[in-house]
């Protein structure tokens, strides 16, 4: 059966959210209040660079079941079901999110709401959000009880979006347990093909769903930097990191994912996310459970610190130094360079005199508008030119096919520091290059 859908923001989450949502054959309607976005989005163009999307997004729209508009009022008076997706960044200069694009999402929509409606949130949000935007909405909405707010936090990782929303692991959904409502019944039509793929469907109230979101992300990080501190240990000892994941990683208890060494976590979500529920946990008297978080983040940004210490061991000095960094996106096949580490370190050692190339097969542009002052090249040769060094900080497939001998006559010396373990020490070693990983002899 076909619902009729409105998505708010029309970013990473909800563009793709919007364009999968038509697949599954609804009739969607993305709003946001960027008009040049929307521009794009409505001329069949993504944004962002996320492979796959393009073909989901113009299939829909040349379908007619997918269409973008600013308009509050025409997604109010089309849509049953709503989805929220803004962002939810850091507070300037705290550890909190940002609630603002959320809020005024509900604070526009809701006097609009005329019918019945249920809003299903998915940007992640410290808990009690869903509640307190719940009881802001029936009070604004002319139809007052009959707006119902359930959270339906989002999993997807950036880079395999599409697949990620179309073939979740799993779908979690928070209702309102105080209220009969018909949310559940609403996210089964919206989510049908879905459940009948077998996919596990776990409903739940409105605190654990966003607190499930905050603990996944959590995990994670503290995987990450698990792996990164030992690495640290790796380097006192003379040890090899990469050898020591794998042989944990048999064990089923650890599994190897997630167990990469290198300069860390970034992007649009851990960083950020991490932080807000260290002080969403402190707002409800429970900061004591996550002060290890604090560590986490502490270990994952050392990591970038060290990347520049081995840059400037490399190079003997920062200052006047050629160093080319490959790789600017936080993770690859991403153009996404919110907090991540390798523009971070890039910048690092610029401002420690050194003159920095940068190349990322996709995220140039962005990076380009984070970081103007870097200089940026057309491809990883042009950016190895006359290099003292080549930093690898994002694992792009076109990085680990370079080969030593493509890079021999371009640089001025063959040293090569892998921010990620991500390329052959024999390999490079062997064509005469001297290689250093992270956490690695
Ligand atoms: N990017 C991911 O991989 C991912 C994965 C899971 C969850 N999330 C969560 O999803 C949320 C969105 O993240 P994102 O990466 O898509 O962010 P984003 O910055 O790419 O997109 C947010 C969009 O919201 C729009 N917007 C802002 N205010 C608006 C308003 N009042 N009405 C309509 N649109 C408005 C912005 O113009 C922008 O297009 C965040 O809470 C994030 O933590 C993101």
Same mark, same amino acid.
């Given at each position: 059966m076909s619902t009729r859908i409105a998505v708010f923001g029309t970013g990473y989450l909800g563009a793709t959210h919007a364009a999968c949502m038509a697949e599954l054959g609804h009739e969607v309607l993305g709003v946001d209040v960027d008009a040049a976005k929307l521009e794009k989005l409505a001329a069949g163009e993504v944004p962002f660079y996320e492979p796959g999307l393009g073909e989901v997004l113009r299939r829909n729209i040349d379908r007619g079941r997918l269409k973008f508009t600013s308009s509050y009022e025409e997604a109010a008076e089309f849509a049953d079901v709503f989805f929220l997706g803004v962002g939810t960044p850091q507070k300037k200069g705290e550890f909190a999110a940002d609630m603002v694009y959320v809020d005024a999402v509900i604070e526009t929509l809701a006097p609009l709401l005329t019918k019945p409606a249920v809003i299903f949130g998915k940007s992640t949000v410290p808990v009690g959000t869903a509640e307190r935007l719940g009881k802001r909405a029936r009070e604004l909405a002319p139809v007052g009880d009959g707006v119902e707010v359930a959270w339906n936090p989002e999993f997807l990782r950036e880079g395999f979006a599409v697949q990620d929303t179309l073939h979740p692991d799993r779908l979690v959904l928070g209702v309102d347990r105080g209220r009969h409502g018909r949310a559940e019944s609403a996210a089964r039509e919206v989510y049908a093909d879905l459940l009948d793929e077998g996919i596990p469907f776990l409903v739940t109230d409105l605190a654990t769903s966003e607190l499930v979101k905050a603990s996944a992300n959590a995990f994670l990080a503290t995987k990450i930097s698990f792996i990164n501190a030992i690495s640290e240990v790796c380097e006192a000892a003379g040890a090899d990191v990469t050898v020591l994941a794998d042989a944990i990683g048999y064990d089923v208890r650890i =599994?190897?994912?997630?167990l990469n060494a290198g300069i860390g976590f970034g992007g649009g979500c851990l960083p950020k996310d991490i932080r807000a529920f260290m002080a969403r946990a402190g707002e409800l008297g429970a900061d004591q459970a996550l002060t290890f978080l604090r560590e986490v983040d502490n270990i994952n940004m050392r990591r970038r610190t060290r990347m520049v210490e081995l840059a400037r061991e490399a190079c003997g000095?920062?200052? =006047?130094a050629r160093v080319a960094v490959l790789g600017a996106a936080f993770?690859?096949?991403?153009?996404?360079?919110?907090?991540s580490p390798a523009l971070n370190v890039a910048g690092q050692i610029q401002l420690q005199g050194a003159a920095v190339n940068v190349y990322d097969p996709k995220a140039m542009d962005n990076s380009r508008a984070l970081f103007p002052t870097l200089t940026y090249s057309a491809n990883a040769l042009e950016a190895c030119e006359g290099a003292d060094v080549v930093l690898v900080l994002t694992e792009w497939p076109e990085f680990l096919k370079l080969q030593p001998s493509d890079l021999d006559a371009v640089v001025r010396k063959k040293v090569i520091v892998d921010g990620r373990n991500c390329l052959s020490p024999d390999e490079w070693r062997g064509a005469g290059w001297n290689y250093r990983g992270l956490g690695r002899p």
């Open positions: =599994g190897r994912r997630f000095s920062l200052l =006047g993770k690859p096949d991403s153009d996404d360079v919110r907090d």
